[in-house]
């Protein structure tokens, strides 16, 4: 069974940064992707990152690209996104998903299988 656990939320500054941890356990490693999503009250869930394991190949959205990092630890079994020069509209919850696949496009699909509860990111001025 997949289990997907994020950790890392909690409250940032403007202009600095966060740290996301995922891991995803009980993946047919390393044929899955990883993926970052994040969804406020108003607006729609948001894919802003992801990375297909087998290759490590990235993919960022146009709202984070320049500012966020995703990488995958082989040995710890654990995906980290990083984000830097926080801006208020990057408040979220923030959700880690895992994607059983052998296919680097379906990292692009917006319903991963296994998800995460989520970990909620405030950003102050």
Sequence with gaps: QVRVME??????????????????SGTDHPNYCIGWFRQTPSS????????????????????VKGRATISHNNREMT???????????D??????AAHPTVS???CSRRDYRYWGQ???ISISS
């Design 79 to 89: 995906a980290t996104l990083q984000i830097d020069n926080l801006q208020p509209e």
């Design 104 to 106: 680097r496009t379906e």
């Design 7 to 24: 950790s890392g939320g909690g409250s940032f500054q403007t202009g600095g940064s966060l740290r996301l941890s995922c891991t995803a």
């Design 118 to 120: 989520g970990t909620r």
């Design 44 to 63: 729609g869930r948001e894919g802003i990152a992801n990375i297909f394991v087998r290759t490590n190949t990235e993919y960022y959205a146009d709202s």
């Design 91 to 96: 408040a979220a919850m923030y959700y880690c």
